[in-house]
């Protein structure tokens, strides 16, 4: 070696500190091509682990270790975790292929708003493998000048076409048994490698166009064409125009605690995205109403790790060599006056010894690691620093000690990039590799659709989207089944609400049968946002709307010949029933079919006109109960301009408050008129739905059945038949079926529906019978930490109600905390659930029943 090269290795800026910079050839699909070297670059799924059950973590992690050592043992590894802000205009494009009906372009432009206000983060996983060596890089340091073309540079020739088929070749089998990891490894898009190199010089530019697949020469050059100017304790990324577009420091860890348990402290760069902090902002710039909660910010620190798995024979001789150095340092302090090696050295030399004899017997591995944590502020210098110690802190706190590493900026800005190498080795940690993937960084929440609606946003440990679409089951061949289960006046109507407008704006027919009452907002801002939607009621004003003859229509004639004699016969007294009026209700009905244009009002009218004197009788009984406000839906004569219940795209609420509906246990005998009369007009909806759902005609129409309290319908068998019918044929019939319950004890009970659940939606509940039946349909372990989690679901750090919050089931069976979010305040006003925010729908004017003979 060189004296110069002495001095410099002995100054710290020698050896790998001191060599050239990368040189970039080529971006191609999971490939950086350098001067010196290739490289094969992943994109990393993340994993739900938030929820996750013990057995299910510590059977993920081990088989990450266990890929860990037997995929990527002796090879360069470069590890990142990097953010990037949410495009929320690429939602506006993708509502173009969503919604058809209504005025759909406003409503994406709700949700699109909403994102940029909320600006959620998006975190990127990214893993790259050195493959292949090119040639011999130099050891000669650059001439130190700020360009990051002095940084990193570009050559005008490129790797030839069989080169890069070679390099391709070599990085899809090695892609191959990344793929069956937990991190289902693929090919990082050359698009998303281009991003990767080209925002690090923080300039607003158009990434290439790659060519045949391929960025080389001046599209290349593009993406490194920045300027960072290093400093003892940060750098400073420069714009086009020479000012500072960024201040960026570079921190390093110099020491984990000796013990890291798992989940817990062990999971630190999973923890990545908890880390916040509180701006500096002048009094005068703060309004005198601020919420305190946002002035919380994320920190949102990048993670670079270069690690190597140490082969077997390589890692043994490691520990060998730390316990022939604590072996030393033991004999020599004992040869001193003091004659007291030292309790560390002396537990060094044990545990090396325990480790080599462990690695000899048992499957056990190192890494060597050298994590590095890269903070950013676009804001300033002061803004950097207080990132900077919140990221010191929350690690501080894990017992992790994390701290910026002075005049090494720009020799570990340089080690974080792509194509690079490990530059400053000094600052590294070997350790058993279960250690390094314990750190979870793959780890985080993850739950609902990949595309789809967007209706809310994940609360756990990663940041990101909550997507809801209940009407793609069916295309899928999927269940069509979605429940939301919870305590009242926790946002489970508000949320069904919300998947409802989703779906009318998909083209879908949207049928609630809204026994609370409580659900006419969604037909108000349905109509605001040029949705065809209707409010039905109970009354005169509505007579008519759910007779079985115009609901059924010619497509159910034969059916309706048969249901409204059975729906009369449960609506008739039941001294009448007992006295054979049945037999003179078929004839009236099947008189009236014939005579055409049928109608249950014609029934009873013909009935109350009879010559039988039994017939009359019942004719005047069903009368005097048309004229009610429950029996006038069904059996009353229509009021003129009535609004048919047609199965046409859009929003009809049928909104049936005030029904009372016997036990499954109770006798028909022992029913009063109240009874008999709300189980005749759900008679109608039931029929209705089963019927509509199954039309030929129709199979090509979205639809979506919405049933909120449904535990008023489980009680009756009528009620839990017409569920489990359209749970399990949903699919075959495109029908989606959306239920809210606050009793999911007898939704559990419901075998047929519960197995069809595509999705279940938990709010908070408080009693541990309920609790446990909820973590059931959740798919939740049942105990007191699960009891404990559904209690607090729906509550604010100061207790207060947190409405929209809940656990989520998906089709995957991923479970994760979401906020259901109402994209603006105008829209939370129109669905409003309180009496008082009610619409009225046309008020047609109710008819006298008259002699039609």
Same mark, same amino acid.
């Given at each position: ?100 009906a209504g005025a759909w372009p406003e409503w994406a432009a709700l949700r699109v708003d909403r994102l940029d206000e909320i600006a959620l983060p998006s975190r990127h996983l990214l893993m790259g493998v050195r493959i292949t060596a090119r040639e011999r890089s130099g050891t000669t340091p650059g001439a130190g000048g700020r360009t990051v073309g002095e940084g990193l540079g570009v050559v005008s020739t490129g790797p030839g076409r069989r080169e890069l088929a070679r390099l391709d070749g070599s990085m899809r089998r090695l892609g191959r048994l990344l793929e069956s990891t937990p991190w289902r490894a693929q090919p990082a898009p050359v698009e998303t490698l281009a991003w990767m190199v080209a925002r690090e010089q923080h300039r607003a530019s158009t990434p290439p166009s790659p060519a045949a697949g391929v960025v080389t020469g001046a599209g290349l050059a593009e993406l490194t064409r920045g300027r960072i100017l290093p400093y003892p304790d940060h750098l400073r990324v420069l714009d086009g125009r020479g000012g500072t577009a960024a201040w960026v420091a570079i921190l390093t860890i110099s020491g984990f605690p000796e013990v890291m348990e798992v989940p817990g402290t062990g999971e630190w760069l999973r923890t990545l995205s908890e880390i916040t902090y509180v701006p500096d902002i002048d009094d005068g710039e703060m309004s005198g109403d601020v919420d305190p ?171 990101? +989207? @909550? ?5 793609? &089951? %069916? *295309? /899928? ?5 979605? !429940?939301?289960? #919870? ?60 007779? +079985? @003859? ?5 497509? &159910? %004639? *034969? /059916? ?5 004699? !059975?729906?009369? #016969? ?284």
């Open positions: 070696m060189k004296v110069i090269e002495r001095l410099s290795s002995f100054l710290g800026v020698g050896g790998e500190r001191g060599a050239a910079a990368p040189r970039y050839l080529a971006l191609a699909d999971g490939l950086v091509v350098t001067t010196t070297h290739a490289e094969a670059w992943f994109v990393l799924a993340g994993s739900n682990t938030d929820l996750m059950s013990e057995t299910a973590r510590d059977k993920e992690l081990d088989e990450a270790a266990g890929a860990l050592a037997r995929i990527l043992a002796g090879s360069e590894v470069h590890l990142k975790v990097l953010w990037s802000p949410l495009d929320a205009e690429d939602y506006r494009q993708e509502a173009a292929g969503l919604f058809t909660a946002s002035l919380i910010l994320p920190v949102s620190p990048e993670a670079s790790v270069r690690f190597k798995v140490l082969p077997k024979r390589e890692a043994m001789g490691k520990a060998e060599a730390a316990r022939r150095l604590a072996k030393e340092q033991r004999r020599s302090a004992a040869m001193q006056s003091a004659e007291d090696p030292g309790q560390a050295v002396q537990e060094t030399e044990g545990a090396m010894r325990a480790l080599v004899r462990d690695m000899g017997r048992e499957d056990v591995t190192l890494v060597e690691d050298h994590p590095r944590l890269i903070v950013t502020s676009t804001t300033g210098l002061t803004d950097l620093r207080a990132r900077v110690d919140a990221v010191v802190q929350h690690f501080g706190g894990l017992g992790i000690e994390a701290g910026v590493a002075e005049e090494e900026q720009r020799e570990l800005w340089l080690e974080a990039q792509p194509g690079d190498r490990l530059r400053v080795p000094d600052l590294g940690h070997v350790r058993e590799v279960t250690a390094l993937a314990g750190s979870w960084w793959w780890g985080g929440a993850r739950v609902g659709e990949d595309t789809g609606p967007i209706v809310g946003y994940l609360t756990g440990t990663t940041p990101g +989207l @909550f997507r809801n679409d209940v009407t793609i &089951g %069916s *295309e /899928r061949g999927d269940a069509t089944t979605t !429940a939301w289960c #919870g305590r009242s006046g926790r946002g489970k109507t508000v949320a069904m609400m919300l998947s409802m407008l989703d779906a009318a704006f998909r083209g879908a027919f949207v049928l609630a049968i809204d026994v609370k009452g409580d659900m006419g907002g969604v037909v108000t801002a349905g109509r605001h946002y040029g949705l065809d939607a209707h409010l039905i009621e109970t009354g005169p004003r509505f007579a008519g709307v759910a007779d +079985l @003859f115009t609901l059924l229509d010619r497509h &159910g %004639s *034969e /059916r309706a010949q048969i249901e409204v004699p !059975a729906q009369l #016969g449960i609506a008739m007294p039941p001294h009448l029933r007992a006295r054979g009026a049945e037999t003179p209700v078929q004839h009236a009905v099947n008189e009236v079919i014939a005579a055409g244009e049928p109608a249950t009002w014609k029934v009873v009218d013909r009935l109350r006109h009879s010559s039988d004197p039994l017939a009359r009788e019942t004719g005047e009984a069903l009368y005097e109960l048309s004229v009610t406000a429950i029996g006038a839906p069904f059996m009353g004569r229509p009021a003129e301009g009535a609004v048919p219940l047609a199965p046409e795209p859009g929003i009809r609420v049928v909104q049936i408050p005030g029904l009372s509906l016997p036990g499954a246990a109770d006798a028909r005998e022992d029913w009063n008129v109240l009874q008999r009369m709300s189980v005749a007009l759900m008679h109608s909806m039931l029929a209705y739905g089963i019927t509509t759902a199954g039309r030929k005609d129709l199979r090509g129409l979205r639809k979506v059945v919405c049933v909120p309290e449904v535990h008023v319908l489980t009680a009756t068998r009528e009620g839990a038949a017409f569920l489990d019918y359209l749970a399990r044929v949903g699919r075959a019939l495109s029908t989606a079926l959306l239920l809210d319950t606050q009793d999911p004890q007898s939704l559990a009970r419901l075998v047929g529906v519960v197995e069809q659940l595509t999705t279940v939606v938990g709010f908070q509940l408080t009693q541990a019978e309920q609790q446990d039946a909820l973590a059931e349909l959740l798919g939740l372990p049942a105990g007191a930490h699960t009891r404990a989690l559904i209690q607090s679901i729906g509550m604010q750090p100061d207790g207060e109600i947190r409405h929209g919050h809940s656990i989520i089931r998906d089709r995957r069976f991923q479970a994760a905390t979401v906020q259901w979010d109402v994209p603006s305040l105008h829209l939370l006003r129109l669905l409003d659930t309180s009496p008082k925010a009610a619409p009225s729908d046309d008020q047609p004017t109710p008819q006298t029943q008259e002699n039609t003979e």
